[in-house]
């Protein structure tokens, strides 16, 4: 099993991004993906997450009307478009597989999880 996030970096205030995460080892078709961010000294939360098959989304509060998740099941691939990025936002971000996604944990990290990626925004 394997994840690899790509596209974090540094970021203005306002300024976007685009996260992708790329799945290989397991029927990826099957899992729920879910996008988390961690930032120093906090929980790890769960920021959008996806079914299956793509058909609905949930996000945070602190996120929804600016970042939109989305998958390819024929790539394997699921993507966070982030717009209007804040300060706080600054997190590294992961991607995870799961057959129930948990919404807040004390790390991220594990099985079905990918490495991360920094996003950091600039005041």
């Known amino acids: 099993v394997q994840l690899v996030e790509s596209g974090g970096g540094l970021v203005q205030s306002g300024g976007s991004l685009r996260l992708s995460c790329l799945a290989s080892g397991f029927t990826f078709s099957s899992y729920a993906m879910g996008w988390y961010r961690q930032a120093p000294g906090k929980e790890c939360e769960l920021v959008a997450a996806?079914?299956?098959?793509?058909?609905?989304?949930n996000y945070i509060d602190s996120v929804k009307g600016r970042f939109t998740i989305s998958r390819d099941n024929v790539k394997n691939t699921v993507s966070l478009q982030m717009n209007s990025l804040k300060p706080e936002d600054t997190a590294v971000y992961y991607c995870?597989?799961?057959?129930?996604?948990?919404?807040?944990?004390?790390?991220?990290?594990?099985?079905?999880w990918g490495q991360g990626t920094q996003v950091t925004v600039s005041s």
């Open positions: 996806t079914t299956s098959r793509g058909g609905s989304a």
């Open positions: 995870h597989a799961g057959e129930a996604l948990v919404t807040r944990s004390t790390l991220c990290g594990g099985d079905y």
